[in-house]
Every structure is written in C-alpha cells, then in structure tokens.
C-alpha cells in the first residue's frame, strides 16, 4: 500500500487548483469561506460552471458524463475544493440519486434522468426519512398501491433537505405492507409539482429553513418512475447510503475550517496571550490536528483499497463517525475561540455584504450558526450510534 501521491497525481492537482483559481467567482468563495448564507441561484451557478468543465458528476462512468477519475483524483478534488472555498455540490442529484441510477436504473430512466441532474433541469431531494422512521428506516409507512399505470402514494416523509426547492423527490415507499419489512419497499421518483404534495418547512435550531416535512396525499405516479423492481427498494437504498456516508465524513471541509481556526486562536486574546497559547485550548486544537491527520491516512487506506478493487464496507461508517466528530469539535472551538462575539444571534449576519464589525471579528456572527447547524452532522445519513452498530456487527461480529 503506497499512500504517497504519483507526480501524475500532483500534476493533476495543479491542473485542480488552476481550474479554481480561474473559474469559481470570488462572490461564491467569499459567501462559503465567510460561511454565509447560499441561495439557489448560487448553487445552480457552481454546478453550471462544473458541470461546462465536465467535473460535476466526478464518480460516475464517462458514458454517463463523468470525467473518467481515479478515486485518488477525486479526493485530490474534494480537498482541493474545500480549501479553495468552493460551495459544495448539492448531493441529492449528482451522488446520491445518479450512482443508483447508473446501477440500477433502466437504460430509458438513465437516458431521461441523467443528463437533466447535469444540466441542472432537475433539483432532486431524498424521501427516505418518516417520523417513526429514520435510524429505523425500513420500518417507514408511506405507502405506494399500483392502480394500473399509476402509484397512488399517502404517506409523509420528514427532515427533507432543500425540499422547498425540489422539482423531483426519490422515495422510498412501501408497496407490500405484508412481506417482511425490508422486502416491501420499493424506490419511486416522484415530481414535486404532482397534485396531492404539500411541503412544510421547518425552522433548525440555528434559525435556517434548510429542512422541510413533506405530506402525500392520493399523489399519482407514473409506474414508469420505479426504480428497479417493486420491493426491491432497499437493496437500493442501502447502496445509495454507502456513497451519503462517504461524503459526510468531509475530510476537506475540516482541513480549511481547522486552518480558519488556528488563525481566530491566533488572532484571540485571553488575560493578554493567544488563545494557541493557553495550554487547554492548545491541548483540544493538538488533539484535533492529530485526529485530522489520522482521518487523513484511513481515508487514503481506504481509497487505496478501492483503487485495487475491493469495495469500501464498514470503513464507510468509520469515516463518518470520525470525520464527523472532528468537524462538530471544529466547529465547536471555533465558538469558543470567540467567545461572547458568538453570542448574539443574527439572522442577517448569514446575508451577502452584512458588515458584521460591531459584533466582533470578521464572521465571529457566524460562529454560533454554524457550531449549531453542525450537530446535523452526526445525525443524518444513518447516526453515528447506528454506524457503530454496523461496525460491531462486520467487524466484531456482535
Ligand atoms: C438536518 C437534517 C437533515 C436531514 N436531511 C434528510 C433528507 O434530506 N432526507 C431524509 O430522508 N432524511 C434526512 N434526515 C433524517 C436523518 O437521516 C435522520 O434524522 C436520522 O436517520 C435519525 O433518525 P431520527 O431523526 O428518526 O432519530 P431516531 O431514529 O429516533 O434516533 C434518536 C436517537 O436514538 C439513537 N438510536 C436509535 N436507534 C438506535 C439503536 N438501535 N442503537 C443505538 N442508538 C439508537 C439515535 O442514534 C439517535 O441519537 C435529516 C436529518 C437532519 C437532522
């Protein structure tokens, strides 16, 4: 296992670094280093210039539109990307619904859907969250009956990110109340505007709108929208959560949001040094790098793994565990690094152009929204006390 990087791979990440420097506004940079607030419009916009370059969809076969990477090229352009500042591409579409679909989607869906994720046509969220059913997914309710050419679905799904945005949701659905319940699911695509939707937004604990509850109510859906075969949805929905996982744990993001720490320690006094210097301080920030620089090699082990043809198992959810941890403890001493600035809750401090030097240092305001936006991290995409029940159960066997 070699875990340094060809001169090919380095060369491939000047070429990453060059498209950055060149292509990604300095408005979009500035609004996530500044961690403000990004609206639809500049998302679209981030997709649209990857996506002229051909880098949107980074994983999938060039058949499909995909650039032909390594996974070793796509980790130099995760991390490259997030010290570059760059928005993050809205999962829903590019890396979570396309690698099913590639998978197993039928050549028609492939054809319809594929190419409308790249160009932006469809903005998609996930279905697969119910209340009374999300570390307990396959227990979920919604219901899909066929009446011939239709799905009629009644259900709700629930914490459905960038919901009130969607042209498209997938669905997991139950179409057979009957069989044991992970054999009864099946994976719908059904569109936003359909009769019989109603979206409910809810307000997160850092005040953003970023999750919505979403009611069916007698909603029609084409039979031609089934993923897959009926009640075959959770094979599917268990392949999509491998790539989610891998996603969160976000190696790149905690490399620049540890860099911006160091500089707000630095930069912080108390009783008249730097926070880098108070030894408890030092001690957590020491104890980060170190986690951060382990998180580092088994992300690289892994990928290196993969690269020689094996399939990543329960290293997904130790990545996610762990790179999650380091980036609420992240997030978490950043807060503190401000200390009373982050207090005060301002909702317009998320905005494009808020001069925020009344309240502190420069985006001391946001601080606080987004130490607590952050505890999503190790909820979402399956909780990290559910990733450690996968992992005693493949690795230790319990
Ligand atoms: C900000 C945010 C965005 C989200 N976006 C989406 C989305 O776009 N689409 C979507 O479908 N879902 C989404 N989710 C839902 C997310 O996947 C669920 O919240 C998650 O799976 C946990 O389910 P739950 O909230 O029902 O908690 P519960 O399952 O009720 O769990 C509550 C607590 O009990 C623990 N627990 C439960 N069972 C066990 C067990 N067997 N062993 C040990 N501990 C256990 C959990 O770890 C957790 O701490 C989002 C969630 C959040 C917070």
Redo the contacts with the bound molecule.
């Keep these: 296992m070699d875990l340094s990087f060809t001169p090919e791979e380095e060369s491939f990440r000047e070429e990453v670094r060059a498209f950055f420097r060149d292509k990604l506004p300095a408005r979009l940079s500035t609004l996530v280093r500044e961690g403000k607030r990004l609206r639809k419009s500049d998302m679209e916009e981030w997709h649209a210039i990857l996506n002229e370059r051909g880098w949107l969809a980074n994983h999938w076969p060039e058949q499909w539109g995909g650039p032909g990477w390594s996974v070793i090229q796509r980790f130099i352009f995760d991390n490259e990307s997030a010290l570059a500042h760059a928005p993050r591409v809205v999962p829903?579409g590019v890396n979570m619904l396309g690698p099913v679909l590639i998978k197993y989607g039928s050549e028609e869906q492939k054809k319809q859907w594929l190419p409308r994720i790249l160009d932006g046509s469809d903005w998609w969220?996930?279905?697969?969250?119910?209340?009374?059913?999300?570390?307990?997914?396959a227990g979920l309710k919604t219901t899909a009956v066929r009446k011939g050419d239709v799905y009629v679905v009644n259900g709700q799904?629930?914490?459905?990110?960038?919901?009130q945005h969607a042209d498209m949701i997938f669905c997991l659905v139950r179409t057979d109340a009957t069989a044991k319940k992970q054999e009864g699911i099946s994976f719908l695509l059904i569109d936003m505007k359909s009769p019989g939707i109603e979206v409910r937004p809810i307000t997160?604990i850092d005040g953003e709108q970023?999750?919505n509850e979403v009611f069916f109510t007698d909603v029609e859906v084409p039979v031609a929208n089934l993923v897959g075969e009926e009640n075959m949805g959770w094979t599917y929905a268990k392949y999509l959560l491998t790539y989610e996982r891998t996603n969160i744990a976000g190696v790149g993001f905690s490399i620049a949001s540890f860099e911006r720490l160091k500089e707000v320690a630095q930069m912080q006094k108390k009783g008249g040094r730097s926070l880098v210097d108070d030894p408890l301080f030092a001690a957590r920030m020491a104890r980060v790098e170190i986690d951060l620089a382990n998180m580092q090699t088994t992300n690289l082990r892994v990928l290196a793994a993969v690269a020689g043809g094996g399939a990543p198992g329960a290293e997904s959810s130790m990545l996610k565990i762990k790179g999650t941890e380091i980036r609420q403890e992240i997030t978490s001493l950043t807060r503190r690094a401000y200390g009373s600035y982050a207090a005060p809750y301002i909702p317009e401090a998320l905005e494009a152009g808020w001069n925020g030097e009344d309240v502190g240092p420069e985006d001391a305001a946001m601080a606080a929204p987004s130490y607590f936006?952050n505890?999503?991290l190790s909820?979402?995409?399956?909780?990290?006390?559910?990733q450690?029940?996968i992992i005693s159960k493949a690795i230790l066997g319990l």
Excluded: H
């Design positions: 829903f969220c996930q279905g697969y969250s119910e209340p009374g059913a999300g570390s307990d997914l799904k629930t914490w459905t990110t960038l919901g997160l970023e999750v936006n505890r999503k909820i979402f995409g399956g909780s990290n006390e559910i450690k029940n």
